[in-house]
């Protein structure tokens, strides 16, 4: 058993944030929503310029997708379903 | 106990154990195994000692999984391993060092968080201690260490995933760490770290902005480690100091070696760069591995020739 919590449909993204808005948006964001820092540890470290990549459970993906939207933050889905990569690490094989 | 150890597989923490006496049974002159201390959980912490045995040598200190979630660390370590017991006698380069050098190689550092990211959750990053006197577990072993501990780029809200501890090594697994290398100080030249991702070589430091006194020696070696890295699959990694290169951090083990005075204290932020990040497939084990041996080897041998 790899993972018994469940991380199906949860997403990966990744901001750039260009500007001191753009930062303060992503350490709001994070402060409102439980956003899984991958890269940088934690909201704490957040630049302008610095790729920013956060994992965001199923049930709140949508509403941090709608918030980022609003307010023109360009953003990738790196990961559209880390359950799938979860199971995809083993590359098909049995552990 | 027989079964045959697989190098390009992620391993449970039982595996990895039982590997660790194994391997040490199969290659009594050049492998040994040191308990260092116990988990939160009171799981034994194992080391292996890797080289050749003689008298007083220049040892490197490595440690994998320091954080649960980085699984390809773990898998790194026991790379590292696998090569030296094997090309031993063989291969010129490894068989200079092994003779020369020893090598502390410390599978999985925060064991606990390994097992709850194999069993419970996989993108656990802390130890599973409850120190803190509240619901949240767990904390931050790389944020833990006494340099500059709690200053900069920490948290002290236990529930956050950078939470610092309660105090500089208040965590059992820092403290085993640190004390068997302040035990070890008077051989032990160089440290390594090994995390994911991002594809860095960092050196210290990381909790100020301060160059370290041979930044310029510690730039050179990393420029050289990460060219011989590239030069396998032509992977391009950055490198420099933490704070600059990734952010400002206290606590960080590589800082802390250093300060002890280990001059040749580096960081590796192996695959990849956001693809995969946590979740590498096994496939990409193997080359993962071949080309950060590279590096590693090139510090080893900078380390052997040049600490004094």
């Known amino acids: 058993l790899v993972s018994a919590s469940s991380f199906d449909r949860a997403k990966v993204f990744r901001v750039k944030p260009q500007n001191e808005r753009q930062v303060k948006f992503i350490k709001d964001l994070a402060s409102i929503k439980q956003l899984d820092f991958w890269h940088p540890d934690s909201a704490l470290h957040v630049v302008t310029h610095m790729e920013v990549d956060f994992h965001v459970s199923a ?36 552990n | 106990f027989t079964a045959r150890h697989c190098y390009t597989k992620y391993n449970s923490w039982d595996t990895i154990a039982a590997w660790t006496a194994r391997i040490a049974k199969k290659y009594p002159k050049l492998v040994s195994r040191i308990e260092i201390g116990n988990t939160f959980e009171q799981r034994p912490m194992y080391l292996l000692q890797v080289g050749k045995v003689s008298g007083r040598k220049k040892t490197i200190f490595m440690d994998c999984g320091i954080h649960a979630r980085e699984w390809i660390s773990p898998a790194f370590c026991q790379w590292f391993v696998k090569q030296a017991t094997r090309t031993y006698g063989k291969d010129k380069t490894m068989t200079y060092l092994l003779d020369n050098l020893n090598f502390y190689v410390l599978p999985v550092f925060n064991i606990d968080g390994y097992v709850w990211s194999w069993t419970k959750d996989r993108l ?92 310029d020696e510690l730039n050179k070696v990393a420029e050289e480690a990460v060219e011989a890295l590239s030069s396998m699959y032509g992977t391009k990694y950055k490198y420099g100091v933490s704070a600059t290169i990734i952010y400002p951090t206290s606590g960080s083990s590589d800082d802390w070696a250093y300060d002890e005075g280990i001059k040749y204290s580096f960081g590796f932020e192996l695959r990849d760069r956001g693809k995969y990040g946590f979740l590498l497939p096994q496939s990409k084990i193997k080359p993962t591995c071949k080309e950060t041996m590279l590096a590693v080897m090139h510090i080893a041998k900078y380390v052997l020739n040049h600490a004094s």
């Open chain 1, 59 to 94: 049930d709140q993906s949508r509403a941090v997708q709608t918030f980022m939207e609003q307010n023109r933050i360009q953003y990738e889905v790196l990961l559209h379903n880390l359950q799938e990569e979860i199971e995809k690490q083993f590359d098909g094989k049995k």
């Open chain 2, 124 to 215: 656990w990053r802390k130890n599973r201690s409850n120190n803190s006197n509240t619901d949240c577990i767990g904390t931050d072993l790389n944020r833990n260490f006494n340099a500059a501990w709690g200053t900069v780029g920490v948290s002290d809200d236990p529930c956050d995933e950078i939470y610092c501890g309660t105090a500089a090594e208040s965590e059992k697994e820092t403290k085993a760490v640190a004390t068997f290398i302040r035990e070890n100080l008077h051989s032990i030249k160089g440290y390594l770290t090994i995390h994911s991702y991002s594809q860095m070589l960092l050196f210290p430091y990381g909790y100020t902005s301060r160059k370290a006194p041979n930044h």
